[in-house]
C-alpha cells in the first residue's frame, strides 16, 4: 500500500515580496513560487487520495485560522485546508496567491497553524507529515518559544522545510550582500527551530529552483512476473530434480511518456456533431470526454453507397492464407493456441563465450529466492556460484501464467554486497532471426573469384590508423570528472534521462499551472548529452582533419536549381518520332481520359502559362469527380487526379500549383461546396499523404514539413 502523505505550504505573501531583488526580473513572490507549483502539481499528476495539501498565507491582508482568537495570529489566512489536490482547486488556489499589502504577520505562529492543521487532519495514524516555510524573512518574529515548538514537532513526527529568498548558504556558495537587521536575525531564529528538530532543512530557495530542472525518476512498485519453482529436471518423477522456491522482477522495462486522452471542449458541444456523456465528463470545467463509436461495413452493390452495415456480433475471425481467409469459428478458436502450464525450467547450459550479446530480444527481469524461505536462499545461491566459476549462463523455459506463451531465456549469475540473483533476458527463437549476407570489410573478391586486399574500397593502413587514433580520443568513458576532480565516467545511467518523457511532462506541467503563458524551451539538462562536449570536439579536431585527409572527404557540389530538364530519347534514324505521331498540341484534357492527357499536355508545354492552364483543367476535374461521386464511388479517379498532378508539378518544380489548389480545395471541402459533407475524402487525402508539397520533397517550396502536417488538420 502506499504511504500517505500530508503536506502544509506556508506561503510568505507579505509586502516585501513584490519587490525584485538580485538581479531578478520577477517578484520574489512569483520566483519563489516556480518551487511550490511544482511540488503541488507533481500531487496533482500522481492523483492519489492518500497524498494531502494544505497552503496557508503569511502577512496576508485578512486573517482566517482556528487560532486567531489567540494574541499573535494575526494576517494568516488558511488559503485551501489540507486534503486531496485537483486540477479545479489548484487553479482557484493560483487566483487567491497574490502580494498582500501588509508587512505583519508572525511565521512561527503560520508553523504552529499548520502543526495544529497537520494534527487535527491526520489524528494518531500512521502518516508522513511535512511543514514547507517559503519566506523572505522580512517579517516580525517571536522565537520566545521556539523550544516548546520544536519539541511539539518531534512528538508528531513532522519534517521542517525552511527555504529562504535570497538567504545566506555557503555550502551552495550564496550570500546576499547588505542584508537587513531584521532578516539576518529572522534568518539565525528559523535556523535554530530548523536544527532543534528532527530531519529538518534549511536553505535558499535557490538551490531548490535550480534544481527543478533536473528529472526526478518516478519510483516504481515492484512488479513480480513469475512467483513458483525454478527446476532443473522433473521433481515429480526424479527425486534428485533440483527445484528452488523463487520470484521473477522485472528490472528493465520500456518508460513511456503521458498519454494525452480524446476531449471535446464544453462551449462546443453545442455545435458539435460528437455524443458527450455526463458520466464520462472530466474533472475540471473545460473539458469532457468523448464517448467514441465503431461502426463495421462490408461491400454491397445493393446497398445506397455500395455498403452495408453490419453488427459486431456478426463478425468472425479469418486468417490471411494465400489471397483468401481461413475462418475458424470462436468455439473452436482454442485450437490455434498451445495449452501450456505455469512453469520455469532450466533447459541446458552454455559457456559464456558461446552468447552473442545481439541476440537479446527484450527487457531484463531479476530472479531471486522467495522470501523468508532460508532453504531456497542456500539453493539459488549454489546455482549461481556454480554458473559464476563455470562461467557459463543457464537457458530456461519460462510460462508466466497459465495460457501464456512460452519463452526461452537467458539465466545470467549475478554477485553483489547482500545480493545473488540470476539476470534474464528472453531469446529469439528460429523465426525471429534474420540472416543477411554482407561483403566483407578486409577484402574485395571478384567476378573471377579472386581475392583482393589492395582495393579503392577498401581502408588504407593510414586511414585505419587515423580512424583507430580518432576514436581513441572521442573516449568517453573516462571524460566525466566526480565530485572529488577525478576522471570518471562520462553520461552515467543515473544522468542520462529520456528527453521526450520529460520535455512532455515539463511541458504538461507548465500548461497546467500557466495556461494562458507560452511553454518555455527545453530544459538544457535534457540536452545535455545530445551532442558530443564542445571542448572534446576542439580538442580532437586535428584528428578528424587527418582522418578527413586520409578519407580523402570532399564536399558535394550543391544541387543545381532550375526546371528539370526532361531527358528525350533520340532514335538512331534521327527522325524526329514525336513530331511525325503527335496529333496537335493538348488544349483541353477529357475527363474520361484525364491522367493520360494531362501527361501529355505538360509534355508539351513550353511556356508556364501552358502548365498554369493544364493544372487548372485537372484540378476542375479532381473537384467535380469528387462532386459528382454517389457516395465514395468516384474517390479513386479523384484521388489519382490529385496523385499525378502532384508528382507532375513536383518533377516541373511548380508546386506553388499544386498548394494553391488544395488549400482551395480543402476550404470547399470542409465547407460543404463540393456536393455536400465531404470529410470523408478529406480523410482519404490525408491517408494517402496527397497534402501539401513541402521543402523536403520540392526545394523551390515556401512550405515547411511543420506546415504541411498542420495542414492535414480538419479546421
Not at 512528538?155 to 539576518?184: C, H, M, R
Not at 577484402?443 to 586486399?453: A, C, E, H, M, N
Not at 513550353?606 to 492552364?613: M, Q
Request: glycine content about 6%; hydrophobic content about 35%; charged content about 30%.
Amino acid at each position: 500500500m502506499a504511504e500517505k502523505e500530508a503536506t502544509v505550504f506556508i506561503l510568505d505573501l507579505g509586502s516585501s515580496m513584490a519587490g525584485t531583488h538580485s538581479g531578478r526580473s520577477e517578484s520574489d513572490l512569483d520566483w519563489s513560487l516556480q518551487y511550490v507549483w511544482d511540488k503541488i502539481t507533481d500531487i496533482v499528476a500522481a492523483s492519489r487520495k492518500t497524498l494531502c495539501v494544505g497552503v496557508l498565507g503569511l502577512r496576508t491582508d485578512e486573517t482566517n485560522n482556528k487560532l486567531q482568537e489567540d494574541e499573535g495570529y494575526e494576517n494568516i489566512t488558511v488559503l485551501q485546508e489540507l486534503g486531496p489536490m485537483t486540477m479545479s482547486s489548484l487553479r482557484e488556489l493560483r487566483s487567491r496567491v497574490r502580494p498582500s499589502s501588509t508587512e505583519f504577520g508572525d511565521a512561527i505562529s503560520a508553523i504552529v497553524v499548520a502543526v495544529d492543521m497537520i494534527d487535527t487532519f491526520t489524528k494518531k495514524l500512521k502518516w508522513n507529515r511535512k511543514i514547507v516555510l517559503v519566506t523572505d524573512g522580512l517579517g516580525l518574529i517571536d522565537a520566545d518559544d521556539i523550544g516548546d515548538i520544536s519539541k511539539k514537532m518531534n512528538d508528531s513526527n513532522i519534517q521542517l522545510t525552511v527555504l529562504g529568498v535570497d538567504f545566506d548558504d555557503l555550502d551552495y556558495g550564496f550570500k546576499e550582500e547588505d542584508k537587513p537587521d531584521i532578516k539576518a536575525n529572522n534568518e539565525k531564529a528559523l535556523k535554530r527551530l530548523v536544527e532543534e528538530c528532527n530531519n529538518g532543512v534549511f536553505a535558499s530557495i535557490v538551490e531548490a529552483i535550480d534544481e527543478l530542472d533536473t528529472p526526478r525518476v518516478k519510483s516504481v512498485k515492484p512488479y513480480k512476473t513469475f512467483d513458483g519453482p525454478l527446476t532443473l529436471g522433473n521433481p515429480e518423477k526424479f527425486p534428485a530434480a533440483l527445484s528452488i522456491n523463487v520470484e521473477r522482477y522485472f528490472k528493465t522495462h520500456l518508460a513511456r511518456p503521458l498519454a494525452a486522452s480524446t476531449v471535446v471542449v464544453k462551449s462546443e458541444q453545442e455545435g458539435g456533431s460528437q455524443e458527450v456523456l455526463e458520466e464520462d465528463a472530466m474533472e475540471g470545467v473545460e473539458f469532457s470526454a468523448v464517448k467514441q463509436a465503431r461502426s463495421y461495413k462490408v461491400n454491397d452493390p445493393g446497398a445506397p453507397g455500395g455498403k452495408r452495415d453490419v453488427e459486431f456480433d456478426d463478425l468472425a475471425k479469418g486468417f490471411e492464407y494465400g489471397r483468401t481467409a481461413v475462418h475458424i469459428s470462436e468455439s473452436e478458436h482454442n485450437i490455434t493456441k498451445i495449452e501450456t502450464i505455469k512453469s520455469f525450467s532450466i533447459v541446458g547450459f552454455i559457456p559464456f563465450e558461446k552468447y552473442e550479446p545481439f541476440l537479446n530480444m527484450g527487457e531484463v527481469c531479476i530472479t531471486v529466492a522467495r522470501k523468508s524461505d532460508t532453504k531456497s536462499e542456500v539453493a539459488l545461491s549454489s546455482l549461481v556460484w556454480a554458473l559464476s566459476e563455470l562461467e557459463s549462463y543457464a537457458v530456461a523455459r519460462i510460462v508466466p501464467k497459465d495460457g501464456k506463451d512460452p519463452l526461452l531465456v537467458l539465466l545470467a549469475p549475478s554477485m553483489e554486497p547482500g545480493l545473488e540473483c540470476l539476470y534474464d533476458v528472453p531469446l529469439p527463437f528460429a523465426e525471429d532471426i534474420r540472416s543477411y549476407q554482407f561483403p566483407p570489410l578486409d577484402r574485395v573478391i571478384t567476378v573471377s573469384g579472386q581475392t583482393l586486399t589492395k582495393h579503392r574500397f577498401l581502408p588504407t593502413d593510414e586511414l585505419n590508423d587515423a580512424m583507430s587514433d580518432y576514436v581513441d580520443a572521442m573516449d568517453l568513458s573516462t571524460y566525466g570528472i566526480d565530485d572529488d576532480g577525478n576522471p570518471a565516467e562520462y553520461a552515467a545511467l543515473d544522468d542520462t534521462y529520456n528527453p521526450l518523457i520529460h520535455r512532455i511532462g515539463h511541458a504538461v506541467k507548465t500548461r497546467a499551472i500557466h495556461p494562458e503563458k507560452p511553454v518555455p524551451d527545453t530544459p538544457s539538462i535534457l540536452l545535455r548529452f545530445s551532442r558530443p562536449p564542445d571542448d572534446l570536439i576542439e580538442k580532437v579536431q586535428s584528428r578528424v582533419d587527418t582522418l578527413i585527409e586520409a578519407a580523402e572527404v570532399k564536399k558535394v557540389p550543391p544541387k543545381a536549381k532550375g526546371k528539370r530538364a526532361r531527358d528525350t530519347v533520340k532514335p538512331i534514324s534521327g527522325l524526329d518520332v514525336d513530331a511525325l505521331l503527335a496529333e496537335k498540341k493538348k488544349e483541353h484534357i477529357d475527363p474520361d481520359n484525364a491522367v493520360p492527357d494531362f501527361k501529355q499536355a505538360l509534355a508539351a508545354t513550353e511556356e508556364l502559362s501552358e502548365i498554369e492552364d493544364a493544372a487548372k483543367q485537372m484540378g476542375v476535374i479532381t473537384n467535380t469527380f469528387i462532386m459528382e461521386s454517389f457516395g465514395d464511388s468516384k474517390y479513386p479517379r479523384a484521388l489519382e487526379c490529385l496523385g499525378v498532378m502532384r508528382e507532375e508539378l513536383i518533377n516541373l518544380e511548380e508546386p506553388s500549383l499544386y498548394n494553391t489548389f488544395m488549400r482551395d480545395m480543402k476550404k470547399q471541402l470542409l465547407s460543404g461546396a463540393l456536393g455536400g459533407d465531404r470529410r470523408d475524402f478529406w480523410f482519404k487525402v490525408r491517408w494517402s499523404r496527397l497534402g501539401l508539397i513541402d521543402k523536403k520533397q520540392s526545394e523551390v517550396s515556401d512550405v515547411t514539413p511543420e506546415e504541411a502536417d498542420e495542414f492535414y488538420k480538419s479546421r
